[in-house]
């Protein structure tokens, strides 16, 4: 057990420090406070919540930062954040590879939808009715993703007694159940 020594009125014995993120250190450690690193304590400079806090001259009476005390996780512990979901990219590896080539769903401005041509013309889908029939559905439905017509097209599942047109690819373009797993899991992000 290791000593600290304190500002009043002698020795007061203390746990061994452990790392940030424990118990104890100056400011932000989220433990019992203390007026160094080694965690005694007698609290310190903005104690971290979770224990005891008292200023250096208290010795370790209360004070009233810090919440109950010892039997809550430590407040000091860093929570890493999540990277934000990353989305199959099915502009690049399905709609250019099996929407036209250049002659259909890739040019820029194509009356009948031109979602391959880039990532920012494919988002401007969102919301919007099919060109050959609005009761066909939403190109990309933002609150039933899976819904959108982008997607029931190549799966056969839209309504194909409304005039929508035939199921996606057409000719000798094909499309595989990755790359219709890749457009089910892009149309996600669009999700509101």
Known sequence: MGI?????????????????????????????GGDDASGGRGGGVNAGTGGRAGSASEAGSSGNSGSSGDDEP??????TPQPPRQYCNAVENVFRETCGNGSCHTNDNATIGDFGAGEEQAASY???GSVRNAACGLIIDPVEPQDSL????????????RGCGGRMPVGSYEITDEQIECISDWVEQFRE
């Open 150 to 161: 982008i997607l029931t097209k190549v799966t056969g599942t839209f309504p194909q007694d």
């Open 126 to 128: 969102v919301g919007r």
């Open 4 to 32: 600290g020594l304190c500002a009043c009125s002698g020795v007061v014995d203390t746990p061994e420090p452990e790392p940030v993120g424990g118990r104890g250190g100056v400011a932000s450690s989220g433990g019992r």
């Open 74 to 79: 430590d407040a000091g512990t860093v929570v």
